[in-house]
């Protein structure tokens, strides 16, 4: 650990922050003081080193320790990088940031843009759809960044206080203003992303592969294909590569409108794993995509998990079951290359990537599918009409089974599980008896009923528990509410 009489290198990069490496071993490690020190110093865990950080704050500083500096800087630096690294974002861990970096100011520590592009990215996180009050506080951030107020300055002053000689305007990097950029589109708000625009434009900077990506992700959701096909024109100007990222978010893009790009994005993707024997037909299609859309796709780039999700789930709304299948069985057949997938040894003992797994995203998507398109057909009724009917109750029991067998723990979120029964509703003709039984068996296998007690499982769990009558008008209820979009959400299908 490294004890205030240490001298802390400057660096400008966040790995580097603390310096040379931490003796960790503290001088009295019985001292409650040393003990929480060394925690902060050592510990992988965030909520251990903020539990350490709140403790240090209650207790008096050891002798030798600047009266002005209550806990080391290089241990308040490690733990701006444990909170920044959080994988949840929210409005705790930018409170938690906010404190330990006016912590480092109002000691005499050297705030870095690493640290502001932090906080500013946790500003515009907590929920799942950033509001605007969200990306004012990034701007509030933004805004003690430029100036050198202390953080938080903007955001509550009377909590937050300048103090004299401390403090310097900080130059934002690009980084920046696509984090501002990012917050700022996921709002879904015009003005706000102008603003955000206008301030990157007003920096001078070049944007970057990222601020492109967060520029289409706005069009996608709002469903311009002009803003989508103008990012493309502009990335393709500057040379700057689309990657496998920019693939699968052009999919996402283009599947409301133009289905057909998609087919042929994910065919050109997939021919690098399963290699087609008309190797004209992919290059064509890849010119066609390049000359027509400003898509370019280079050879041997490989298609990842989330390229599948989004291609089963694109199948899956637009009503194409064997697509959406297609593309399943090609990922469980696909070995997970991605940095940081499992690896297991071979029976030479040699480390060996694995197949992706199932994950819960696609069975929802599924689920969907069938809540969406799936009808209830009489036996022997398809047959007499000579039809093909995908959307079956017997397609979804299959599916089903699979799902209800997936390994692990982990619970299905809420609106897969309510689409699961709203799908089986309406493929079974509102059979009673197989709604009560799926639902018997999901709440066997995921521990339920979930939610509190105004949530729609809870009512569901309720409603298939009274009499058969009053349940039967409630499965009638729930598929009127499903057939009339009053359920349907494009979130859904994220």
């Known amino acids: 650990m490294l004890y205030p009489n240490s001298k802390l290198p400057q660096s400008p990069s966040e ?77 705790t861990v930018f409170l938690r940031l906010l404190s330990v970096m006016y912590l480092v100011y109002r000691s005499g520590g050297q705030l870095r843009v690493f640290h502001w592009n932090a906080l500013i990215d946790c500003a515009g996180k907590g929920v799942r759809k950033p509001r605007m009050e969200d990306f004012k506080l990034a701007l509030d951030v933004f805004t003690d960044m430029i100036t050198g107020k202390p953080p938080g300055a903007t955001y509550s002053p009377s ?51 990222i601020t492109h990506l ?88 490989r298609p990842n998990e989330i390229t599948f999700t989004s291609m089963i789930q694109c199948m899956a709304y637009n009503g194409d079951l064997d697509a959406a299948l297609d593309a399943f069985y090609d990922m469980m057949t696909t070995d997970n290359v991605e940095v ?14 694995v197949p992706y797994n199932a994950t819960h995203a696609i069975y929802r998507a599924l689920f969907l599918g069938f809540a969406r398109h799936g009808d209830y057909v009489v036996d022997g009724l398809a047959s007499r009409l000579k039809q093909k009917r995908p959307w079956s109750l017997d397609a979804l029991q299959s599916i089903y089974d699979t799902f209800i067998m997936m390994p692990g723990d982990d619970v299905p979120t809420k609106t897969t599980i309510y689409w699961l029964m709203v799908a089986f509703n309406k493929v079974s003709g509102q059979d009673l008896v197989c709604m009560r039984q799926v639902w018997a068996e999901m709440v066997e296998r995921f521990n339920g009923p979930w939610g509190g007690p105004d949530n729609r499982l809870q009512r569901m769990h309720r409603s298939l528990d009274l009499s058969d009558e009053e349940a039967r008008r409630y499965l009638q209820e729930l598929e009127h509410y499903s057939d009339n979009s009053g359920g349907w959400r494009e979130s859904d299908w994220l």
């Open 340 to 353: 940081g997938a499992a690896l297991q040894p071979d029976t030479d003992g040699v480390l060996k990537p």
């Open 159 to 209: 909590e937050y206080r300048a103090m004299p000689d401390l403090g310097q305007p900080i130059q934002p990097d690009i980084v920046t203003y696509t984090t501002l950029l990012n917050i700022a589109a996921k709002t879904l708000q015009g003005h706000a992303l102008r603003q955000a625009t206008s301030l990157l434009r007003s920096s001078g900077l070049a944007p970057n592969r």
């Open 214 to 301: 967060c520029l289409m992700a706005y069009y996608t959701s709002t469903r311009d294909l002009n803003g989508v096909r103008s990012t493309l024109i502009q990335m393709h100007s500057r040379g700057l590569e689309l990657g496998i990222d920019g693939a699968n978010s052009c999919m996402w893009a283009y599947a409301h409108r133009r289905l057909d790009i998609v087919r042929n994005i994910y065919r050109i993707l997939r021919h690098t794993i399963f290699p087609e024997s008309n190797i004209e037909e992919i290059a064509s299609l890849k010119q066609k995509l390049q000359e027509e859309e400003t898509i370019l796709l280079p050879e041997g780039m």
């Open 15 to 91: 790995d580097d922050a603390e310096g040379e490496p931490l003796d960790i071993t503290p001088p009295n490690p019985d001292t409650p003081y040393y003990h929480h020190l060394h925690v902060l110093a050592s510990t992988q865990s965030e909520t251990e080193a903020w539990a350490s950080y709140t403790q240090l704050l209650k207790l008096p500083t050891p002798e030798g320790f600047p009266e002005d500096v209550p806990i080391a800087l290089p241990n308040l630096h490690r733990l701006c990088r444990l909170l920044s690294r959080s994988k949840q974002k929210n409005r």
